[in-house]
């Protein structure tokens, strides 16, 4: 079983729908990072979480500790925001050893 | 501010090459990480270099090293490379702090993507 799991793997939805995508992990984190990657490999960071929500324009980012799980959520979605979504766990304090979800490829549709 | 940037952007060597990749991180950051992603292992920690030092290194055979230079910029080599190897090879860099501890964001560069034949 991987350490950190997302789910889902593809998702396809209509321009203007509220998106969730999910990510479980099995390990001790420090903090966990939502990637976004769009095809030619380019990946941006879009949140660093160790705890609570982050909010940037139309993404939002939560984190329970406890239950060890994060979800990403993307408001009134737009074709632009097709993309793959990668969750990522750093196992521990001051390093950069991230440990990667398989990702979720995600389409909207205008 | 300019970006992390990677070269080269593609590459395609022979097995049994040997390939050296470059990563300038944005000026200041001094914590470099390098990642290799494949289609079918997805993405995958390779090492971490902070002021010149390692600090952490993932499960690649010891064909895969790097370094970290004074300046900040780092260098990954693979040497004796296998068809396995192809590959979109990206590193990330970050602040860092004096006493090790990482503020965490990361800012990628756009990866060199290479072919082994």
């Known amino acids: 079983k991987n350490e950190v799991e997302q789910s889902p793997q593809n998702l396809t939805a209509q321009e203007g729908e509220f998106i969730t995508i999910n990510c479980s992990y099995s390990?001790?984190?420090?903090?966990l990072h939502w990637l976004q990657q769009h095809p030619g490999g380019g990946i941006v960071s879009l949140f660093m979480?160790?705890?609570g929500k982050k909010k940037h324009g139309r993404l939002i980012a939560t984190i329970n500790i406890q239950e060890k799980h994060s979800s990403l959520h993307i408001t009134a979605s737009h074709p632009r925001d097709s993309a793959v979504y990668i969750c990522a766990v750093r196992l521990f304090q001051g390093a950069q050893k991230l440990v990667f979800g398989q990702g979720t490829r995600l389409t909207i549709n205008p | 501010k300019a970006g992390v940037t990677q070269t080269p952007r593609y590459l395609i060597k022979t097995r049994g090459q040997q390939v050296t990749l470059s990563c300038s991180p944005i000026?200041?950051?001094?914590?470099v990480s390098w990642y290799q992603q494949t289609p079918g292992q997805g993405l995958q920690f390779l090492f971490e270099?902070?002021?010149?030092?390692?600090?952490n290194k993932g499960n690649f055979p010891g064909r895969f090293s790097g370094r970290q230079f004074s300046n900040s910029r780092s260098e990954m080599n693979v040497s004796t490379l296998e068809l396995g190897d192809s590959a979109l090879y990206l590193c990330?860099?970050?602040?860092?702090?004096?006493?090790?501890?990482?503020?965490?964001?990361?800012?990628f560069g756009e990866g060199s993507r290479l072919t082994v034949l």
């Open positions: 270099y902070f002021s010149e030092t390692q600090r």
């Open positions: 990330a860099s970050s602040r860092g702090l004096a006493g090790g501890t990482n503020t965490g964001e990361l800012f």
């Open positions: 979480l160790s705890s």
């Open positions: 000026s200041g950051h001094r914590s």
């Open positions: 390990v001790g984190i420090s903090a």
